[in-house]
């Protein structure tokens, strides 16, 4: 049987690929001119996700670059429009290029993204899927206390037709091996 | 951890149902806890449903190794055919060890299904669960004979070896918001041609009692012999200002909600007087009412359990008994009420 796996946390995760994860990242998140999208594992003593990303266009053009959820980089003019769950950025003509919701339950926190993210080749790395986002390529779910350095559990397959098995049925790894 | 550690193991199956009232998928998960350190391996919460993300967060939190995912809109309700073939396909696939699960209404349908497709045994209403350690094989401990012998019962061929347990038998371990773990998608295929189809749910209004806060309480078995005797019981309640518990063969008759049992399953109560009319003593049923000051029993049959733990024993049909007892008390009130 086949499965796809990450790691979680009792504290804080993010909804991507339909799975939970502490963390994960898209793309070379220690890049100064390429896209990443790096979510970062959020310690037990805060509750807001850490988000850091180099948001491009479908020309690979750069719009915003974030680090830890603060602008740093904005040659596309946007702007962060914060909510009582989260926050969005918007371009200068108010489209949303990206909006991150957290989820509050009991004993825990869920954080939920909405963005349709291309590299900087212009390929479209990260669109939404079901109640968040869906990612392209290689990307990684986090196993340790920083995805940067860390690896990576569960390196999910490429290409658009594993993100459409998906939906439903959620093939990977054969574990027959381990009979 | 590496991912070995999926196959074999400890599975607890996550009854998030009216979670977090519910307990007993977190005690599991702690008894699994202390198992899996001696047989050394994991523990593994199944978690199935629609949007359950807070439940694996949870699972994790309470000392599961690994959960076991399946979400999916057909899942958002219990259905017993959908739930035993997924179930069933995963352990096939990953061979735990040892299943566990809640000895609830639901574990109660659920898992001897699950046991017969897997072709391995059950251990229904286990109050107690460990490892010989000789062996390695886990010693289930459950009521037998009508509740008046506890038996130790092993599962030393199939796998996995299958147990349910009550609520309340096990401590869960404490909320760690530190804790780590995986979460594990394996493939599912739901089945749209299910030969159940659940048209609508609805949750029961249940009245609440206050059983275990009151001083007097009334408790009736299925010796009662019918829902209109049993009605009997309210009146007696009324005018010694208690309440009316049941055993769980009441319960499952319909006589009473399940708000009323008292045993395993049930609620414990601890009042001044109790009352136990036409029931036999079962172990399951007398742990719940052993913080009793006084009990007075009322059996037709003198070789009744019930009669060794009662203060006060009268041998006699509850149908003939209890008109008397109405009658008598009523007049004692009216005296005093004049006086």
């Known amino acids: 049987m086949k499965y796809q796996e990450s790691h979680l946390s009792a504290h804080h995760n993010y909804l991507v690929n339909g799975m939970l994860a502490q963390g994960f990242s898209v793309g070379d998140s220690g890049s100064r001119n390429g896209f990443f999208l790096l979510a970062d594992i959020v310690p037990f003593s805060e509750t807001a996700p850490r988000i850091s990303a180099r948001l491009m266009d479908e020309e690979a053009r750069l719009l915003v670059e974030l680090e830890a959820n603060r602008i740093r980089e904005n040659p596309g003019k946007g702007s962060i429009e914060h909510s009582l769950d989260g926050y969005r950025i918007v371009n200068f003509s108010g489209e949303v290029l990206m909006e991150v919701r957290t989820r509050a339950f009991a004993n825990g926190y869920l954080t939920l993204l909405r963005a349709r993210l291309f590299d900087e080749h212009g390929h479209l790395k990260v669109e939404p899927c079901d109640e968040s986002i869906c990612v392209y390529g290689g990307n990684y779910l986090s196993r340790g206390s920083n995805p940067k350095s860390e690896v990576i559990q569960g390196r999910l397959r490429q290409g658009k037709n594993f993100l459409h098995r998906f939906r439903g049925r959620l093939p990977v790894r054969d574990v027959s091996c381990l009979r | ?339």
């Open chain 2, 1 to 339: 951890m590496d991912t070995s550690s999926l196959a074999h193991g400890i599975w607890v199956f996550g009854d998030y149902r009216n979670y977090f009232q519910n307990r007993v998928t977190l005690q599991l998960i702690a008894k699994g806890r202390e198992l899996a350190e001696t047989l050394g391996t994991s523990v593994t919460a199944v978690l199935l449903g629609k949007e359950v993300h807070q439940f694996a967060m949870e699972y994790i939190a309470h000392g599961a190794d690994v959960v076991m995912v399946a979400e999916h809109s057909a899942l958002e309700r219990y259905q017993v055919e959908l739930y035993t073939s997924l179930i069933a396909r995963w352990a096939e696939a990953f061979q735990p060890d040892i299943l566990l699960g809640g000895a609830t209404s639901f574990g109660r349908e659920f898992f001897p299904r699950l046991a017969k497709r897997l072709k391995t045994g059950l251990s229904a209403d286990c109050m107690n669960l460990s490892v010989d350690p000789d062996t390695g094989l886990l010693i289930q401990t459950t009521p037998a004979f009508g509740g008046n012998l506890l038996a130790e019962v092993i599962t030393p061929r199939r796998r996995p070896q299958m147990a349910t347990v009550h609520p309340g038998v096990f401590k869960e371990l404490p909320h760690n918001v530190n804790a780590t773990g995986r979460v594990v998608y394996p493939e599912i295929e739901v089945n749209a041609e299910e030969r159940v189809r659940v048209l609508r749910s609805r949750r029961q209004q249940v009245r609440e009692s206050n059983l275990e806060d009151a001083q007097v309480v009334i408790v009736g078995g299925w010796g009662l012999g019918s829902g209109e005797e049993f009605k009997t019981l309210f009146e007696l309640a009324e005018l010694l200002e208690g309440e009316v518990g049941a055993t769980r063969p009441v319960v499952l008759a319909g006589w009473v909600d399940e708000g009323r049992l008292l045993g395993q399953t049930g609620k414990t109560v601890k009042p001044r007087l109790l009352i136990s009319i036409a029931t036999s003593g079962a172990l399951q049923y007398t742990t719940a009412i052993n913080g009793a000051e006084t009990i007075i029993a009322i059996n037709r049959d003198s070789h009744a359990p019930i009669f060794k733990m009662a203060d006060l024993g009268l041998v006699g049909e509850s149908s003939a008994v209890l008109p008397l007892l109405l009658e008598t008390l009523r007049k004692r009130m009216s005296g005093a009420r004049r006086r």
